[in-house]
T-cell receptor, first 114, second 115 residues
Framework: GENVEQHPSTLSVQEGDSAVIKCTYSDSASNYFPWYKQELGKGPQLIIDIRSNVGEKKDQRIAVTLNKTAKHFSLHITETQPEDSAVYFCAAPLSSGSARQLTFGSGTQLTVLP | DTAVSQTPKYLVTQMGNDKSIKCEQNLGHDTMYWYKQDSKKFLKIMFSYNNKELIINETVPNRFSPKSPDKAHLNLHINSLELGDSAVYFC??????????????FGQGTRLTVV
């Protein structure tokens, strides 16, 4: 079936270093790729998203790149800070019958070491 | 004001019981969802509900049923609770539903523990 694969499952970086999380998806018709951050005890919150008509989008220290041909997209966090520590999820709308449902990757636990 | 709110935040109950989780959104969104997050943090969609049209994930047991009294509310009813139902359940909403190409806003989650 349609799915979204996310790597790595855990990532530890030193404060100030960069972090990269990668996802691949199976449905070539997907056109929207959000990234969510989930802090402990809270619900996921959108941090950045990209649509299929662009290859890269940046918002301060966070950027997302998309390669539609290869069907993969990545989250880049530069100058990491301890408050960036959280679980990060990629997602894509995958076919489910007549509709699309937002399907999440398995998550990446990011730990930023001070 | 909280955009998507769920109650209760914690729910502990015995096997075999029937329980409900309530969800309300004040964003004026057309579509609401229920997600289940297991102990490994995996988020899986259970239901999508838009204008009284329900899409059910085929893996969801029929003991789970969503109830929507109006566009702003989508409650989750669970009958005959089992140990494996223990998880965190998230309600979410979005403006445009079926194409899922707009931001989904999540509630803070309900941690259900079945003993």
């Amino acid at each position: 079936g349609e799915n979204v694969e996310q790597h790595p499952s855990t990532l530890s970086v030193q404060e100030g270093d960069s972090a990269v999380i990668k996802c691949t998806y199976s449905d070539s018709a997907s056109n929207y790729f959000p990234w969510y951050k989930q802090e402990l005890g809270k619900g996921p919150q959108l941090i950045i998203d990209i649509r299929s008509n662009v290859g890269e989008k940046k918002d301060q220290r966070i950027a997302v790149t998309l390669n539609k041909t290869a069907k993969h997209f990545s989250l880049h966090i530069t100058e990491t800070q301890p408050e960036d520590s959280a679980v990060y999820f990629c997602a894509a709308p995958l076919s489910s019958g007549s509709a699309r449902q937002l399907t999440f990757g398995s998550g990446t636990q990011l730990t930023v070491l001070p | 004001d909280t955009a998507v709110s769920q109650t209760p935040k914690y729910l502990v109950t015995q096997m075999g019981n029937d329980k409900s989780i309530k969800c309300e959104q004040n964003l004026g969104h057309d579509t609401m969802y229920w997600y289940k997050q297991d102990s490994k943090k995996f988020l899986k969609i259970m239901f999508s509900y838009n204008n009284k049209e329900l899409i059910i994930n085929e893996t969801v047991p029929n003991r789970f049923s969503p109830k929507s009294p109006d566009k702003a509310h989508l409650n989750l009813h669970i009958n005959s609770l089992e140990l494996g139902d223990s998880a965190v359940y998230f309600c979410a909403s979005s403006q445009v539903g079926w194409q899922m190409n707009t931001e989904a806003f999540f509630g803070q989650g309900t941690r259900l523990t079945v003993v």
